[in-house]
């Protein structure tokens, strides 16, 4: 017969430990259904946690990816606004270097038109004989050459030499005008530079802001360097174009400089070697003159000689007459007709005369000459 036990059918055949082994195996079952049923339940929880963990690391890769794309964002917007700064900064330089170079070109034309208007006042002043100032420095060699006595002479060449002079001061005044618009445009370009120093150093402290600002963010740090690199590359643009400008300026002033002196130089050579070589040939007619001079003179006190002696010859010819007619009074009438043909046909009576008209030429001669 078989009975029911514990919910199973057990077999009247079997013993009393068969029976007991059998319980304790099915009480371990039991144990361990239970054991199982837990551990499913704790590895449900698990999964269920895993899946939350999950999700909610999920939810921080994209808030972390937002984040990055906004951090980009902005680094990329503050990069642009850092650019455009530089650029409206360098435009402005620009702007305000030709703006400068517009002043310093209109202040150059000015300064020419007041060397003009003083040039023309002094023109004006300086016109104390209009004929004379008139006249080319030609004109008054060819009055020098054709001069006939030495106060004209003189007067020319003092003409020539105040011209020469006058001439001189003017150039002088317009180097010194002209050196004194260089070295304002030295100075302003000096200022310039200054300037945009100071201009270069507030973009180094807003660059270093800037730089001490997004130091923190780790994404953008390429683009820093990037960025720097640029920034260097303006700067050193910068400095290399602010040196160059400087270069060219100092070269223009030295070529200006340099060609005013040259230029002056040779004017001023070429006109005193022109004055001295007229000034020479003056000097040659001059002494001729004074040579042709003396020539007279000493034609003249020969001739001067001849007449005395010819005078003491007459007094002598007189005294015989004389003689003659106390010797034969009654003679006179025919001894004075004859003292008057001796007179009218003597030929050395003709020969004083003509002494005399020479010697009033040459008198003549040097009055003209030497005054």
């Given at each position: ?19 007991a ?5 099915e ?37 972390l ?28 330089r ?40 008139d ?9 020098i ?34 050196m ?13 530079c ?15 802001t ?17 960025l720097?690199e ?9 400095e ?12 223009i ?28 040939s ?21 001739a ?33 007709d ?18 005399r ?15």
């Open positions: 017969l078989e009975k029911k036990q514990g919910g199973r059918m057990v077999s009247d055949f079997m013993t009393p430990c068969q029976v082994g059998d319980l304790d195996k009480k371990q079952i039991a144990f361990l259904l239970k054991e199982l049923d837990i551990l499913r339940a704790n590895n449900k929880k698990l999964q269920d946690k895993l899946s939350e963990k999950d999700k909610e690391l999920k939810t921080i890769m994209l808030d990816e937002l984040h990055k794309r906004a951090t980009e964002a902005k680094v990329a917007e503050k990069t642009a606004a850092l650019v455009e700064e530089v650029y409206s900064a360098q435009r402005e620009d702007e305000a270097v030709m703006a400068r170079l517009r002043l310093a070109n209109e202040e150059r034309d000015d300064a020419l038109l007041r060397a003009k208007h003083l040039e023309q006042s002094l023109k004006e002043l300086e016109n104390i004989n209009p004929e004379e100032n006249m080319t420095l030609q004109e008054l060699l060819n009055r050459n054709n001069a006939d006595t030495s106060i004209a002479i003189q007067k020319n060449g003092a003409v020539i030499v105040d011209r020469l002079y006058r001439t001189k001061e003017r150039k002088k005044k317009i180097i010194a005008e002209e004194n618009a260089v070295i304002e445009e030295r100075d302003a370009a000096l200022s310039q200054k300037r945009l120093e100071q201009e270069l150093h507030h973009l180094k402290e807003q660059n270093q800037s730089a001490n600002n997004t130091r923190h963010l780790t994404a953008e740090n390429n683009q820093e360097r990037a720097k640029k920034l260097l590359a303006m700067k050193q643009e910068r290399t174009a602010v040196q160059r400008y400087r270069q060219l300026e100092e070269e002033q030295t070529l200006r400089s340099l060609s005013q002196e040259v230029s002056l130089k040779d004017q001023f050579n070429c006109t005193l070697s022109t004055y001295e070589n007229a000034l020479k003056r000097e040659d007619i001059v002494t001729i003159t004074l040579r042709q001079n003396e020539e007279l003179a000493t034609q003249l006190q020969q001067l000689t001849e007449r005395a002696n010819m005078e003491l010859k007459f007094q002598q010819a007189l005294e015989a007459a004389q003689e003659a007619n106390e010797k034969s009074v009654g003679t006179n009438h025919n001894v004075k004859q003292n008057q043909k001796i007179n009218v046909k003597d030929p050395n009576h003709l020969k004083l005369k003509k002494i008209i020479y010697r009033t030429e040459s008198a003549i001669r040097i009055q003209n000459s030497h005054p």
